[in-house]
């Protein structure tokens, strides 16, 4: 005979769908995720190929120098929301693992656009033929040597998220949520919520400025959506960590400090698009970091906003997809 409260606790394993869940902010997130799903083959990409043929030489390497590196941007953060999943779990939060059933598959999708967007217009998609347009930077370096520039999509995340998952492994929950509030800093409020924001501008800029490429920019607009519910994702879930563990804002403050250097420099298609305000996308990254803090509820470090303000710092770092 199982006793009531045995019965409770084996249906509270398998059922986790509360009402005081389906108020929550994550699980609307991922309502609002299922509701404004888009799909690349739906769009129509001839006016953009017509486009394509009119593009002067210099602007379609300029072009492709951005796409290319947002091609194997997306594929790589597609695959590094698996970290997320893992901790999620750990913590029991299957509202968390449901938004990021939506968040993996955006990704994957973000993708496939560009595939579809770079097979249809430009005529490239194999590896061998989209490599060659995938600028390598080499190693970026402050002339002035006040910032150390660290990699952080190809070193800082995989770093993170081994990390992370050797918490999960230990099985210390505090160490988790330690661990989780860095990588979702880096992932979320550093790549997504500052770094690729002005990239993703910088495109849809020069594409106005062009008249061209409509289906580009209606790609990039469902991009950019997308990628508010993941920062806010991560912001929000670091909030709701915070409010029991006040004490790990510093986590926010180290992880931001670690690669303050990729933050303060100018993305290098800033420099190489003639057209472009180069201006407009510094005070656009000091706003997304101060709302970043916000959202995560910790005080922003101003030092970091006036270094991003700062007119003699003009080294040049590369380009980053959410
Ligand atoms: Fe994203
Ligand atoms: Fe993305």
Known sequence: MTTELEELKRS??????????????????????????????????????????????????????VTIRFFAGEQIVARDVVPMFVAARALGRYDWVMFLGTFAM??????DFLAHWHSKVVGILEPHEVAPYFLSRGKTVDPTGRFEIKEV???????YARALESAVHDGDSYEIKRRFI???????????GVLS???????????????????????????????GRHITFGTKAIQLMLAEHPELEREVHETFDEFRGSIVGLV???KTMAHLDLEKYQVQKARHYRNRCREMGVTPDETLVEQILDPEIDFVVGVVAG
């Open 268 to 270: 290098e298609y800033q």
């Open 197 to 227: 924001m002005p990239s993703y501008e910088i495109v849809v800029d020069s594409c106005k400025h062009w008249g061209k490429f409509p289906t580009l920019r209606q790609g990039f607009r469902h991009i950019l959506a997308d990628e």
């Open 106 to 111: 955006e990704e994957a999708k973000h993708a």
């Open 12 to 65: 509270e394993k398998y059922f986790n769908f509360t009402r005081e869940m389906m108020q929550g902010d994550i699980y609307r997130k991922y309502e609002k995720a299922i509701r404004r799903i888009w799909n690349p083959v739906d769009f129509d990409y001839t006016q953009d190929a017509e486009d394509w043929k009119t593009l002067a030489e210099s602007d379609r390497r300029a072009l492709l120098g």
């Open 153 to 159: 999509a190809h070193e800082g995340l995989p770093a």
């Open 182 to 192: 860095r990588y979702l800093t880096l992932y979320c409020g550093f790549v997504e």
